[in-house]
């Protein structure tokens, strides 16, 4: 595991001595960088993620409490949401903003999109799976999904497939049905236009802007997949739409998060921009253990973290932002007392507040049966000259996603004539691009991977992978220990509601 991290951080430290040097495309340049991805790619092929214990032996409290810090905010997790949270609390000079994350700076290596499928094997990614599932999973070892997650500056944001999809307008207006003034459609946009740099072809501005942190654009490598499907969907009778725009239903081509074909994680876009800024500190390898609580008054006060095997405290004096994402913000308030009571008792720990934490998950299943493979065959050209075009102008195979087109559709199913109930997501190569691709992604089984997929390997295909946007089963996150280094239980119920299968 220390080899690991090691390795990581020496990916990682990489980045000022490349960026030191004016930017030249040298022979050496291309080199040194080939030889970085190669590294990643190591890492990602030894890396065997696994939880970690905490042992109390190992970490003096009374010491963490002597050098306690102080603070105005203490913002746990730098993903989508807390990076965000951090930039916009630190424009405030008077306060001061720390941010602790359990994860690694992200590294140059990364930032080629079609490094993605690499990263989910590395400690980029927390490698957390479901409990066995009876109706969904089935093709997953022990009939466990992968549940993705990301561990570094940017968040899931640094390893995600970099679609730019905000929902449609109908999923905001039912949040605010729901009791949530201020999350309805028209109250959000505004805000998705304030973070948005839009550097499409064709955009409509009553939906998109620019001048935002968030780079958005089209996929830099034109795919004749691409065009083939949104033709298909054409004599199908779907419209081609613009993916964030005015119409719900359609075909479209993926905007992406992306900026000039490289990815643009939401650290990239808001903690790097304000790292100038004295009264914020960006921690990264820091762990929250406990949100620190007063039992009486129930107020927040501070929060306990390991960074590099020591613990320490920080104290804050005004509020503290739990964003650590669908998994581990419930896992934290429920390691911290804030929880359903007989759970956090059976476990040892004090119930400060008893609360259906952890008892709503929600999560998107995906189909990824429907293969198709075509006639043609397609060179992706020579790995060095690749990487020369995407160093160059962020052009090419290096550029790519993995995501080629969506559709955005209506079932006979569906009750609601106007949104759609049914994503599609085309994939180009996906399953056929070895077993080890499968795994990182989707921890499919060997004998399923042989039986379906082993046979169109380096073919040229796509796969369409059917989303469900809007599942009705709810899942939980509960702690499996009171040790806040263990991995929590996570357990999806997929397609247990029967309306949806
Ligand atoms: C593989 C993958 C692909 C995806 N693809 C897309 C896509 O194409 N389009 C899209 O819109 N969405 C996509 N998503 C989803 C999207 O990335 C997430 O919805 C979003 O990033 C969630 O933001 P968040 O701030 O809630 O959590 P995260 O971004 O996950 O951030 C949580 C952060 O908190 C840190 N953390 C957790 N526990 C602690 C702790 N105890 N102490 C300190 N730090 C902690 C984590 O390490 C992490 O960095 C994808 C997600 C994944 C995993």
């Known amino acids: ?194 973070s948005e740099d839009a550097h499409l072809h064709k955009f409509d501005r009553k939906y998109h802007s620019q001048g935002g942190p968030l780079n958005v654009e089209e996929p830099q490598h034109n795919s004749k997949l691409r065009e083939a499907f949104l033709q298909a969907g054409q004599e199908l009778g779907y419209k081609v739409i613009e993916a964030n725009g005015e119409e719900p239903i359609g075909v479209a081509t993926p905007q992406l998060v992306t900026k000039g074909g490289r990815r643009s994680s939401v650290s990239r876009a808001y903690l790097e921009t304000a790292k100038s800024r004295k009264n914020l500190s960006v921690r990264p390898f820091s762990q929250v253990t406990q949100i620190l609580i007063a039992p009486h008054t129930k107020e927040a006060n501070g929060v306990k973290y390991v960074h590099k095997g020591k613990l320490f405290i920080a104290k804050s004096k005004k509020e503290i932002i739990v964003s650590a994402g669908a998994i581990n913000s419930p896992q934290l308030l429920m390691l911290s007392g804030i929880g359903p009571k007989e759970h956090l008792e059976s476990l040892g720990l004090e119930c400060i507040q008893d609360l259906a934490v952890g008892n709503n998950l929600k999560d998107h299943v995906v189909f990824l049966g429907m293969n198709l493979v075509s006639n043609e065959t397609i060179s992706e050209g020579d790995q060095k000259e690749n990487l020369i075009s995407w160093l160059k102008d962020g052009k090419g195979p290096l550029s790519q996603t993995g995501v080629e087109a969506l559709a955005f559709l209506k079932t006979d199913a569906s009750k609601d004539a106007k949104h759609p109930d049914i994503k599609f997501i085309v994939v180009p190569h996906a399953m056929n691009l070895g077993y080890d691709y499968a795994k990182r992604e989707y921890n499919i089984r060997k004998e399923l991977y042989d039986s379906i997929w082993a046979a169109n390997e380096g073919k040229l295909g796509c796969s369409i992978f059917v989303v469900l946007p809007h599942p009705k089963s709810t899942g939980t996150v509960r702690l499996h220990t009171k040790d806040p280094l263990n991995y929590p239980i996570i357990n999806g119920n997929y397609l247990t509601d029967e309306e949806q299968v």
Request: hydrophobic share 35%; net charge negative; aromatic share 10%.
């Open 1 to 194: 595991k220390m080899l690991q991290i090691t390795n990581l951080l020496a990916v990682c430290l990489l980045i000022p001595v490349i960026f030191s040097s004016p930017f030249e495309l040298t022979e050496k340049y291309v080199k040194d960088f080939q030889d970085g991805i190669d590294r990643l790619v190591e890492v990602s092929d030894k890396t065997i993620l696994q939880e970690e214990s905490y042992k109390p032996e190992n970490y003096d409290e009374e010491a963490a409490l002597k050098d306690a810090e102080e603070f105005d905010f203490i913002v746990i997790g730098a993903g989508s949401s807390g990076a965000v949270v951090a930039n916009r609390l630190s424009e405030v000079p008077e306060w001061k903003v720390l941010v602790l994350e359990a994860g690694a700076p992200e590294s140059l290596y990364a930032q080629p999109p079609s490094m993605r499928n690499i990263l989910l094997n590395t400690p980029y990614n927390w490698g957390y799976k479901s409990e066995p599932q009876e109706k969904a999973c089935q093709g997953a070892n022990d009939d466990r999904c992968n549940i993705n997650t990301g561990r570094a500056l940017g968040g899931s944001s640094a390893i995600s497939k970099m679609i730019y999809t905000r929902g449609s307008g109908k999923d905001y207006d039912t949040w605010a049905d729901l009791g949530n003034d201020g999350w309805c459609y028209k109250d959000v946009l505004p805000y998705f236009k304030k």
